[in-house]
């Protein structure tokens, strides 16, 4: 039985009912601003 890759686990997690609406959308904001240059915190 093969192990699923780490990002596919990370990737449901995305998909889990409302109760981490709010992590997920943590998730999502720091995903934002981890994928833009770092012209905004320097």
Same mark, same amino acid.
């Given at each position: 039985?093969?192990? $699923? &890759? /780490? /990002? @596919?686990? $990370? %990737? #449901?997690?995305? =998909? +889990? &009912?409302? !109760?981490?609406? *709010? *992590? %997920? @959308? *943590?998730?999502? %904001?720091? +995903? !934002? /601003? =981890? #994928?833009? &240059?770092?012209? +905004?915190? #320097?």
């Amino acid at each position: 039985m093969q192990r $699923q &890759p /780490v /990002v @596919v686990e $990370q %990737a #449901s997690r995305y =998909k +889990l &009912p409302h !109760l981490d609406e *709010k *992590k %997920a @959308v *943590k998730m999502t %904001a720091f +995903l !934002l /601003v =981890k #994928s833009t &240059p770092h012209r +905004l915190n #320097s």
